[in-house]
């Protein structure tokens, strides 16, 4: 009797993971699985006439219906919003029509008066500073300044699962001719920037514009083949880099700079192609790991 009951003293105390680690592992599973659904086509967020984000539970066209409907009903579904899975190595999504065409001329007209000279973040004192590096103009929205930019933010919360007091205020950039915005980490590598709302975890890039040629976000340091995504010969020169994405009207791309265990990301590096020709218009929000005090 005894030495079972050492042997059962024995067991209990072998040490294990702790109820705490376990939940843990299992909120970044879920939230890996509903990424890859939304990826997949299997599950989106759809927004509701006006423009507002809705429930969750309504299902997408997936690949297998696209395959098997009329040219016709292919027509149509093409016109649904959509995600399309770009990267696992950086985590990065397009949802495709995430505004309306309307949504995207509001963000442009509430921002043209106010567009200034676009500044980077001096690594050494955590300050903006003017560069070379960034040569497009751009101005902040306040967050939840109005009816429609708050619309768009919780339809981002929805679609990050990050929620909306993690997010900065909205900054809209435009790109001429010729402006880009060279390789760079949205993590911060000092102290100053993260004392509201912690490090950056994730991105999410609004194109508010078409542009003819050039202006893409390209990924140089992502971990898949380049050279096999579709329409390669229609890329700029810049574009076949890395991983890229054309900018496309209403189209939102979500990238990850922090892996799941909270440590950055070095694929997350990624930068504005030198627009060729035409104009390009975006909207970023960038989201913390904790709360942000605007």
């Known amino acids: 009797m005894a030495k079972g009951a050492r042997s059962q003293k024995s067991s209990s105390s072998a040490g294990g993971p702790s109820l705490w680690t376990i939940a843990i592992s299992l909120m970044l599973t879920l939230s890996l699985t509903l990424l890859l659904l939304l990826a997949l086509g299997i599950v989106a967020v759809p927004r509701s006439p006006n423009g507002a984000a809705v429930s969750l539970r309504m299902p997408a066209v997936s690949i297998m219906e696209h395959a098997t409907e009329s040219n016709d009903n292919l027509v149509q579904a093409s016109s649904k919003p959509w995600v399309e899975l770009i990267s696992w190595e950086p985590r990065a999504f397009v949802y495709h029509k995430f505004l309306s065409k309307e949504e995207c001329e509001y963000l442009i007209s509430l921002a043209k008066p106010h567009m200034v000279k676009s500044t980077v973040v001096d690594s050494a004192t955590g300050?903006?500073?003017?560069?070379?590096v960034r040569t497009s103009?751009?101005?902040f929205l306040v967050r939840g300044q109005d009816k429609i930019i708050r619309e768009i933010e919780k339809r981002i919360a929805d679609f990050?699962?990050?929620?909306?007091e993690q997010g900065e205020g909205i900054q809209i950039l435009h790109y001429?001719?010729?402006?880009?915005?060279?390789a760079h980490y949205d993590y911060f590598h000092d102290q100053f920037n993260t004392q509201n709302g912690g490090q950056?975890?994730?991105?999410?890039?609004?194109y508010l514009s078409d542009v003819e040629a050039g202006?893409?976000?390209?990924?140089?340091s992502a971990k898949v083949n380049s050279s096999s995504i579709p329409n390669w010969n229609e890329l700029s020169e810049c574009g076949r880099g890395g991983v890229s994405v054309r900018p496309k009207l209403g189209d939102a791309l979500l990238f990850w700079s922090m892996r799941p265990d909270a440590t950055p990301d070095p694929s997350s590096l990624h930068g504005g192609c030198p627009v060729i020709s035409g104009n390009k218009w975006s909207a970023t929000k960038w989201m913390r790991m904790h709360e942000y005090k605007v």
């Open 215 to 220: 202006g893409e976000t390209v990924f140089p």
């Open 160 to 164: 990050s699962f990050i929620p909306v």
């Open 176 to 182: 001429e001719a010729g402006q880009k915005y060279e």
């Open 127 to 132: 300050r903006s500073k003017d560069s070379r």
């Open 137 to 139: 103009s751009g101005t």
């Open 200 to 206: 950056r975890i994730a991105t999410l890039l609004m």
